[in-house]
C-alpha cells in the first residue's frame, strides 16, 4: 500500500482552531498553527499537563479531535504519517529488551517494510544512512541498553530519520541530557532544519531559549507571534507568572515579582515551582528538586563571582 501523494503546494502544518476534549476535560482550546516549510525549528513550551503531548498526538491522528481541523502536507494527520519522523521521550523505552541499535533504527522503516516482511538491503541502507546523520554508525550492533542517554538519543533520531521523513516531531528530546549532550542534540537539528520542518515539545524555558528559531507557549491555548522573543505577557498567559531569560553561561529561569503565593493559599502557577491554576496537573517532585539544585548552582556562581571581584579589587 502506497503512502498517498502530498500537496507540494500545501503547508507543513495547518491546525485551525483545534479542540481536545477528554469527557469534561479540556485539553486544547482554540489551537491554531500554521508551519510553511522546512528551514526553521519551532519549540512549544509551556507548564506540565498544558496539552503539548496531546497537540503530537492529535498531528500524529493517534486522538480523536472535538473540535477544529488539522491538514499535514494537505493531508489528513493519519495519512501524513509516512511523511512524519516522531522521536518520543526516550525514557519510555525498555532498555532491558535485548535489541541492538540497528534493529532499533530499522523499526522506524516499519511503515514501508510491513509488519510481516523482511527488511530489504534498502531498508538496511536507509537505516544505516540515519546512523550516519547522527554520527552512530560504530555502535551499530550495540545493545540500546548499553548506550549513554545522550547516545541512546541519537538513536531514537537515526529511527525517525530513517523513513526519509519531511516534517519532523519531537516529544522532550533534552529530558535527562547534560548541557553538552543537549548543545550536540541542537547540532544535529540544527543541520537537519534545511531538509525538513522541525517542531520540539518541551517543558524546559532554558534548555530551549539559546537554540530555537521561534518559541510559542501551550497551556491548554498557544500564544505564537512567529518570533523567538516571547512577550511577558504571553509567558504570564501561559505559566500563570512572569518568567525573564537570561544568559551568563547557561540560560536559565527568573522569577518576576507576582502574587501567587505557590501553594501557601491554593493559588500556585506554573513557573515551575507550583502547578498551573489553569492546567489539571503540577511539575514533579524531581522538576522541583531540579529547580531547586539550579537554583542553589545560580547562586553558588553568584557567590564565586563576587569572591573573585573582592580578589580582583584587592590586588
Not at 503531548?53 to 493517534?62: D, M, R, S
Not at 522569577?255 to 515551575?272: I, K, Q, R
Request: glycine letters at 8%.
Amino acid at each position: 500500500m502506497h503512502a498517498e501523494e502530498i500537496d507540494p503546494n500545501a503547508p507543513v502544518l495547518d491546525v485551525k482552531h483545534l479542540w481536545v476534549r477528554y469527557g469534561s476535560h479540556t485539553a486544547l482550546e482554540d489551537v491554531s498553527l500554521r508551519i510553511d516549510g522546512p528551514g526553521e525549528i519551532l519549540a512549544i513550551i509551556g507548564p506540565n499537563g498544558g496539552g503539548k503531548t496531546t497537540f503530537l498526538k492529535a498531528i500524529l491522528g493517534l486522538i480523536p479531535i472535538s473540535k477544529g481541523e488539522i491538514s499535514v502536507f494537505g493531508l489528513p494527520p493519519e495519512k501524513a504519517r509516512p511523511y512524519i519522523g516522531y522521536v518520543p521521550q526516550y525514557s519510555k523505552y525498555d532498555y532491558d529488551f535485548p535489541i541492538s541499535v540497528l534493529e532499533v533504527v530499522l523499526t522506524g522503516r516499519l511503515k514501508r517494510a510491513g509488519l510481516f516482511r523482511r527488511y530489504s538491503k534498502t531498508d538496511k541502507a536507509a537505516a544505516m544512512q540515519a546512523l550516519e546523520t547522527v554520527g552512530m554508525t560504530e555502535y551499530k550492533d550495540a545493545q540500546i541498553g548499553e548506550l549513554s542517554g545522550g547516545q541512546r538519543q541519537r538513536v531514537f533520531i537515526a529511527r525517525a530519520l530513517s523513513n526519509d521523513p519531511k516534517f519532523l516531531l519531537m516529544d522532550e528530546p533534552n529530558t535527562g541530557l547534560d548541557t553538552f549532550m543537549q548543545d550536540e542534540l541542537y547540532r544535529i537539528l540544527e543541520e537537519l532544519k534545511a531538509k525538513m520542518a522541525i517542531l520540539v515539545i518541551s517543558h524546559d524555558v532554558g534548555a530551549v531559549s539559546a537554540h530555537m528559531d521561534k518559541i510559542a507557549c501551550m497551556n491548554r491555548r498557544l500564544y505564537f507571534h512567529d518570533t523567538k522573543e516571547m512577550s511577558r505577557e504571553d509567558f504570564i498567559s501561559a505559566y500563570g507568572c512572569s518568567i525573564d531569560l537570561i544568559a551568563h553561561g547557561a540560560p536559565h529561569r527568573v522569577l518576576d515579582t507576582h502574587p501567587y503565593a505557590h501553594g501557601a493559599d491554593g493559588s500556585v502557577c506554573g513557573c515551575g515551582v507550583g502547578g498551573s491554576p489553569s492546567s489539571p496537573s503540577s511539575l514533579s517532585e524531581s522538576d522541583e528538586n531540579n529547580n531547586e539544585k539550579n537554583s542553589d548552582e545560580i547562586n553558588s556562581n553568584e557567590k564565586n563571582s563576587d569572591e573573585n571581584n573582592d580578589e580582583a579589587e584587592a590586588k
